[in-house]
T-cell receptor
Framework: AQSVAQPEDQVNVAEGNPLTVKCTYS??????LFWYVQYPNRGLQFLLK??????LVKGSYGFEAEFNKSQTSFHLKKPSALVSDSALYFC???????????FGTGTRLTVIP | DAGVIQSPRHEVTEMGQEVTLRCKPI?????LFWYRQTMMRGLELLIY????????DSGMPEDRFSAKMPNASFSTLKIQPSEPRDSAVYFC????????????FGPGTRLTVT
């Protein structure tokens, strides 16, 4: 069975500081991992994905994520947070041979000026 | 490209009424997904289609919900009769392929059932 966990409902960070949004997953095979962002009253927007290859994945708006197989984690990071990064972030996982994409419950990121 | 289009953006209806949500996927995309987002349950996949054929509807909460895709450019999600607990934001998404590809989400329909 597939599952994904985002242990933090809320993350606050000061503008200019590095940010991390955590995600752990559980699949029985090779995972496909995704990060999406949702701004108020908008649909989800794709940020980045890990399929295979380099464990460090770079995505949109300066975000990156590191795939850690031993810790079954795929944490989202950014070296320097912007106020405009404030949004709801979703981690998602799909087992390579499965059909469904499972989303985490989301983490609300607030960047404080 | 206009992206995934959903209508209406907001719907307020009374309990017992029929509600129809509409989605136009991105042209050329062969997969279409319907999701529901609530505070309590987060984002849930309801059903998805491949080439207009429903593939997995195990997420549809009950028989009051039905979805159709009569052609590659149009899908509907219908709730009949609607109940207050159906209040949520319903998203449509589309993609080219399934595994390992990103989905493009529409802006969502905010449904309120009173």
């Amino acid at each position: 069975a597939q599952s994904v966990a985002q242990p933090e409902d809320q993350v606050n960070v000061a503008e200019g500081n590095p940010l991390t949004v955590k995600c752990t997953y559980s699949v029985s095979g090779n995972p496909y991992l995704f990060w999406y962002v949702q701004y108020p009253n908008r649909g989800l927007q794709f940020l980045l994905k890990y399929i295979t290859g380099d464990n460090l994945v770079k995505g949109s708006y300066g975000f990156e994520a590191e795939f850690n197989k031993s810790q079954t984690s795929f944490h989202l990071k950014k070296p320097s947070a912007l106020v405009s990064d404030s949004a709801l972030y979703f981690c998602a996982v799909r087992e390579a041979r499965a059909n469904n994409l499972f989303f985490g419950t989301g983490t609300r990121l607030t960047v404080i000026p | 490209d206009a992206g995934v289009i959903q209508s209406p953006r907001h719907e307020v209806t009374e309990m017992g009424q029929e509600v129809t949500l509409r989605c136009k996927p991105i042209s050329g995309h062969d997969y279409l997904f319907w999701y529901r987002q609530t505070m309590m349950r987060g984002l849930e996949l309801l059903i998805y289609f491949n080439n207009n054929v429903p593939i997995d509807d195990s997420g549809m909460p009950e028989d009051r919900f039905s979805a159709k895709m009569p052609n590659a450019s149009f899908s509907t999600l219908k709730i009949q009769p609607s109940e207050p607990r159906d209040s949520a934001v319903y998203f449509c998404a589309s993609s080219v392929g399934l595994a390992g590809v990103k989905q493009y989400f529409g802006p969502g329909t905010r449904l309120t059932v009173t």
